[in-house]
């Protein structure tokens, strides 16, 4: 079956690292995604992960995945108010099945 | 053409009223889709096209729900007797056909069933 979850929230203080987790069932998939909706604004993409893969990194952002455990984690390195948001993660596939897999999000909040 | 655009941004109708939204993809996308996200949820897939074909559809996409992309550009989403459960955000997303899947969304729809 198709499932990604999340844990709904997190509440961090600015500068220090934020880590969301994320598990999905579906060992099929291709890709796993990051998606950033802060309010008013659409879905952004932040960063992927090819399933082959165990790690990447972009700048402050650190994907991190592990396969056996299908566990997804998204660190934000110096976490700035700017980045409070709702992070989801997503799971993608390829060969023609090409919807995304959504998690319900989590809302980071970034306080002083 | 800067990104997915959506059209009406909100809509307020009555129980049992139809409503359509529209969506314009990035130009260059061939690749289109249709979410649907309720409160405190992630986007739920309802339905996806290549160019004008309509490849996939959700089992949550009843059959007052019906969507087109006739010319394989913008596309229509159509919801018929409307319903109070149907109030959600309606996504639309599009993305080319190489590469990631990277999808690229849409602000939404915000749909109201009083």
């Known amino acids: 079956g198709e499932d990604v979850e999340q844990s709904l929230f997190l509440s961090v203080r600015e500068g220090d690292s934020s880590v969301i987790n994320c598990t999905y069932t579906?060992?099929?998939?291709?890709?796993l995604y990051w998606y950033k909706q802060e309010p008013g604004a659409g879905l952004q993409l932040l960063t992927y992960?090819?399933?082959?893969?165990d790690m990447k990194q972009d700048q402050r952002l650190t994907v991190l995945l592990n396969k056996k455990d299908k566990h997804l984690s998204l660190r934000i390195a110096d976490t700035q108010t700017g980045d409070s948001a709702i992070y989801f993660c997503a799971e993608g596939f390829s060969g023609g099945y090409n919807k995304l897999i959504f998690g319900a999000g989590t809302r980071l909040a970034v306080h002083p | 053409d800067t990104g997915v655009s959506q059209d009406p941004r909100h809509k307020i109708t009555k129980r049992g009223q139809n409503v359509t939204f529209r969506c314009d993809p990035i130009?260059?996308?061939?690749?289109l889709y249709w979410y649907r996200q309720t409160l405190g949820q992630g986007p739920e897939f309802l339905t996806y096209f290549q160019n004008e074909a309509q490849l996939e559809k959700s089992r949550l996409l009843s059959d007052r729900f019906s969507a087109e992309r006739p010319k394989g550009s913008f596309s229509t989403l159509e919801i018929q007797r409307t319903e109070q459960g149907d109030s959600a955000m309606y996504l639309c997303?599009?993305?080319?056909?190489?590469?990631?899947?990277?999808?690229?969304f849409g602000p939404g729809t915000r749909l109201t069933v009083l």
């Open positions: 992960i090819f399933s082959n893969m």
């Open positions: 997303a599009s993305s080319p056909s190489v590469g990631i899947n990277e999808q690229f």
């Open positions: 579906d060992s099929s998939s291709t890709y």
């Open positions: 130009s260059e996308h061939n690749r």
